[in-house]
């Protein structure tokens, strides 16, 4: 499975609805499928599984939108680039 | 007192917490308002913790009750403690218990409150002195109101945090003289991942509490704040009474400061 793929498996787990699929484009904060503690879960999920750190700045709520642009931060993160 | 690389430790506010010497009263006070009980639990108190306590330097256990308003979901919540001593341990069944309403003497009154933006303005003050101030004007979504003897002492352990020092706009001048008068600005802070827990701490001078806060004032003693880790934010802070404990799918570790008038706990979570 690639990163992608681990995040939304992740989060289908996490969020638990039947009737919602979570894909690369699900729209995670907008629509309020997250709150603050579930985000806190996520980024300690993406940082055991990806082997990444994400400090503070690394919180943009842009990259945190959607499966697809968590899987480029973690990507961003790994090759060592700095976040946005 | 630095952060590190200037980069924030905490994330934002999680909630308020206080002693109470009736934990069935006071909740059904706030039930009342309209706050629903989110989880309760009974936690052992580290020895550390005890020093950080006035009343009760002998509790064993303390029982959380954790409450928050239906529209706060993913912000900002109210945290009811009452702390045994240890003949009563662990606490089981009803929450309060005569000896330990007899033996908690009231100790400097409410040092916090709260203020929160609403479409209605209220003012409620529970029976342990907590208060919560519903505002309508309010530029910021929460501002807490600590008492202090020492404005740049706690004022520097909020900078060390990531709090940014700025002065009240007009509107919150408005709105603030009339709640602490003389003030004229605050410590803010807000992630933008995480903007229903942007808080602004408000420290008004206070010169007659003798000694160090403790965690088991009544009313609202101490904030809670989040923060992703609780390792770097120790090596900026002596921590004390750092305590882990499992609630539902989550871990929670935390730890205290007390300063000149601010307590502050610092809470993380994670998958277990």
Request: glycine content about 8%; hydrophobic content about 40%.
């Amino acid at each position: 499975m690639d990163v992608e793929n681990e995040i939304i498996h992740y989060l289908d787990e996490r969020i638990n609805d039947p009737s919602l699929k979570v894909d690369a484009q699900t729209s995670l904060i907008a629509k309020g499928l997250l709150d603050s503690l579930d985000l806190l879960d996520l980024m300690e999920f993406m940082e055991r599984r990806f082997q990444i750190k994400l400090d503070s700045a690394d919180l943009n709520p842009d990259d945190f939108e959607n499966p697809g642009l968590l899987a480029a931060l973690v990507h961003r993160k790994a090759s060592g680039l700095k976040s946005g | 007192m630095s952060t590190a690389k200037g980069t924030p430790l905490v994330l934002g506010l999680s909630h308020l917490f206080g002693e109470t010497l009736n934990m069935d009263q006071r909740v059904s006070y706030w039930q009342a308002q309209g706050l629903l009980i989110d989880f309760s639990l009974d936690l052992p108190v580290p020895e550390e913790k005890r020093k950080r306590l006035l009343n009760n330097q002998s509790a064993r256990w303390a029982r959380l009750v954790y409450m928050r308003f239906p529209s706060s979901a993913g912000g900002w919540g109210l945290e009811f403690v009452t702390h045994a001593p240890p003949e009563q341990a662990p606490l089981r069944g009803t929450c309060v218990d005569k000896n330990v309403e007899e033996e908690i003497k009231p100790s400097v009154g409410t040092a916090i409150r709260l203020a929160v933006q609403a479409p209605r303005p209220a003012k409620w003050r529970d029976p342990d002195g907590g208060e919560l101030i519903f505002e309508t004007r309010l530029c910021v979504p929460t501002s807490v109101l600590v008492k202090t003897p020492s404005i740049d002492a706690d004022g520097a352990v909020l900078e060390t945090l990531g709090f940014v020092h700025t002065p009240f706009s007009v509107q919150e001048m408005e709105l603030l003289k009339g709640l602490c008068p003389g003030v004229g600005g605050g410590w803010f802070f807000q992630s933008p991942l995480f903007p229903q827990r942007a808080v602004r701490v408000v420290l008004e001078p206070e010169s007659r509490r003798a000694g160090t806060p403790k965690v088991d004032d009544l009313g609202f003693s101490g904030i809670s704040l989040l923060t992703k880790d609780l390792d770097e934010v120790g090596r900026h802070l002596p921590l004390a009474g750092r305590q882990r404990f499992r609630l539902d799918s989550r871990e929670h570790e935390v730890a205290f400061y007390g300063g000149q008038g601010l307590v502050v706990e610092m809470l993380q979570v994670r998958l277990p």
